[in-house]
């Protein structure tokens, strides 16, 4: 398993980080946010890691839950990332 978990760790402080800075820019969470706009991509890199890491513990309805928000935030940044 390596450093599974503490992947998952990172992924959701990442995640819940990089939330807050989006709601405190204005997002009321939910609506697109641009792969184009660079602030927004680690926001995005993390829900993208945050549904791997959740994939690797077994967390299949996390990573589902996250790989959907991936895709309705932007489809462009679940392109990119795999999704």
């Known amino acids: 398993m390596g450093f599974t978990v503490e992947a ?3 992924a959701r402080t990442g995640y819940h980080r990089s939330l807050d ?3 405190r820019a ?5 609506g697109p946010v641009p792969w ?3 602030p927004n991509r680690g ?3 993390s829900l993208g890691a945050l549904a791997r890491a959740a994939a690797q513990i077994g967390e299949d309805a996390e990573r589902e839950r996250c790989e ?3 895709r309705d935030s932007s489809p462009e940044a679940a392109d990119a990332l795999g999704f």
């Open 43 to 45: 926001f995005l890199r």
């Open 68 to 70: 959907q928000f991936l």
């Open 8 to 10: 998952y760790a990172y």
């Open 36 to 38: 184009r706009h660079e």
């Open 21 to 23: 800075q989006l709601r």
């Open 26 to 30: 204005g997002w009321k969470g939910a």
